[in-house]
């Protein structure tokens, strides 16, 4: 396996390899073979360029490219049970939340200003429930379900969180002015 390469380089994928496609959203195949140019590696998946389109595969077919996976920790939870709260859970799902990439844009979703809301509820016995309105840059973007389920999923692993719902809301339109200062000013766009 090779460790070291630019995300200039083209690599080939070594066995066929379950992917997205960017932006429709659809679930492909690319086969052994193809050429892959890695565009992005962030938040558990790999964004590459094959074929002249972009692709988004997940960090653990990192090996179908030829380098060793970089596999997200499960949070660790320092909190005792009795002591969990509305508050650290919210804080722990913002947390998770800024771990999930546009595949196109290099920004998490947070920066991206596509969270509208990450509110928990306690449901009794340590337990609770985070509910999350989030959009997306652009209404007809395919990768919104995938996205969606995406943060649910890492939401569901902090201790504690007995179920999650994410919800894809349009009102208000989402525009740069939501992205973070950091995030525009790296984009250019201040």
Excluded: H
């Excluded at 690599?11 to 195949?29: K, M, Y």
């Excluded at 073979?33 to 595969?57: C, D, E, F, H, K």
């Amino acid at each position: 396996m090779n460790d070291r390469y630019e995300l200039a380089d083209t690599l080939f994928l070594l066995r066929d390899c379950a992917a997205v496609s960017v932006p429709w959203g659809e679930r492909v195949t690319l086969e052994e073979g193809s050429p892959a140019l890695i565009t992005q590696r962030l938040g558990g998946s790999i964004t590459v360029m094959s074929g002249g389109n972009l692709y988004r595969i997940e960090e653990r077919n990192a090996d179908a490219l030829g380098i060793e996976p970089q596999l997200e920790a499960v949070p660790q939870d320092a909190t005792p049970e009795g002591e969990r709260t509305v508050d650290s859970i919210e804080q722990a799902a913002w947390q998770q939340l800024a771990t999930c990439y546009d595949p196109e844009i290099p920004f998490d979703i947070v920066a991206l200003g596509l969270i509208y809301g990450c509110t928990a509820v306690a449901l009794g016995e340590g337990r609770f429930r985070v509910e999350v309105r989030m959009t997306l840059t652009a209404p007809g973007c395919g990768m919104g379900t995938l996205i969606a389920d995406e943060a649910r999923d890492k939401i569901l692993t902090i201790p504690g969180v007995a179920e999650a719902a994410v919800e894809l809301v349009w009102d208000p339109p989402w525009s740069r002015e939501m992205m973070s200062e950091a995030a525009r000013l790296e984009m250019g766009l201040m």
